[in-house]
């Protein structure tokens, strides 16, 4: 199964869902029941991880399918693989139906993931203390990535509503509170931060904001390529970013994501934001991000002050 097919599947499967339906409850975070399968996190920590995996976290809406499209593009030209090695590679993926995002699908995939060659890349949402515990024991390198507060809000705002899978919100000021309080799906944005800052100084990790993605596409590009180690002339690296850009992702999801496309690449703006945010809910989100996160290096990196405040 593609991707592409996948996706179609899970939005035709989830039309078809009552709300009560869409989520259930792991370690008291929820998730949506379209992608993920309680009994999949039941085995997670079977998952084996390679030293040479490619791992990008970040929290919903931060721009995950943004650096999968330039992780891969990266791995791809670094290897320098033929078109028919490119083929097989992904006629292997779609054969054993994995869908490399960590938690989702069935929990046989893990075994399947065994056969898929190297580098894998895998992408996840999941905060570190529910990761497979391999992940930190390999010394896999692990690109995180972190989009300043008020824009993934309104962000997975516009998400939730627009995606059948997850559940829908009556008002921007009902769907706020959910945000505050973590009652979204993959839990709170604050509390995610706050568990990957403790792993903010490990080797093996390298943070990076969507905010200087978007202001130095080529520059974190390079810096992406030189973290995991993959050898890339000037040249190539430019051509990366420049298919990486948004409007070309924009105009290639319909292909790369099928259904979902539109809904995935819908803006990719900074500071829209202010938009939506009335004065309460912006000193409600000052208050909580000076509270749980302004004193943490994670933190700082997100420079709040620049990118959230009026």
Not at 66 to 89: F, G, H, P, S
Not at 162 to 174: G, R, Y
Not at 175 to 191: E, I, N, P, Q, R
Request: with cysteine.
């Amino acid at each position: 199964m593609t991707v592409t097919e996948y996706l179609d599947k899970a939005l035709a499967d989830s039309e078809k869902a009552a709300p009560e339906d869409l989520v259930f409850s792991h370690k008291g975070i929820l998730y949506p029941f379209t992608f993920c399968n309680p009994e999949t996190f039941q085995v997670l920590d079977s998952f084996e991880v390679r030293s040479d995996d490619v791992i990008l976290a970040g929290y919903p809406k931060n721009g995950t399918n943004w650096l999968d499209q330039i992780l891969n593009d990266l791995v791809i030209t670094a290897a320098k693989y033929t078109e028919e090695e490119m083929n097989e590679r992904i006629n292997i993926g779609n054969e054993l139906s994995v869908f490399l995002r960590l938690e989702f699908g069935d929990p046989e995939k893990f075994k399947r993931m065994k056969e898929l060659p190297s580098r894998r890349i895998i992408i996840t949402h999941l905060p570190p203390q529910v990761l497979p515990k391999s992940i930190f024991k390999s010394k896999a390198k692990i690109l995180l990535l972190v989009r300043n507060p008020k824009d993934t809000a309104v962000s997975y705002f516009h998400f939730h509503n627009n995606m059948p899978p997850l559940p829908s919100f009556n008002s921007w000021n009902e769907y706020f509170t959910a945000f505050m309080h973590g009652k979204l799906c993959w839990g709170s944005y604050f509390d995610y931060l706050i568990e990957w800052n403790k792993h903010i100084d490990d080797e093996n990790v390298m943070m990076i904001t969507y905010e200087e993605m978007k202001e130095n596409r080529a520059s974190g590009v390079k810096r992406i390529a030189e973290f995991f180690g993959l050898l890339l002339t000037e040249e190539q690296l430019q051509a990366v970013a420049e298919r990486s850009s948004f409007q070309a992702m924009k105009a290639n999801a319909q292909k790369t994501h099928g259904a979902f496309g539109n809904v995935l690449f819908r803006k990719g703006d900074v500071n829209d934001w202010k938009k939506l945010f009335n004065e309460d809910q912006n000193q409600e989100m000052d208050k909580t991000f000076e509270e749980h996160l302004a004193s943490t290096k994670l933190g700082a990196k997100i420079k709040y002050e620049v990118y959230c405040k009026t």
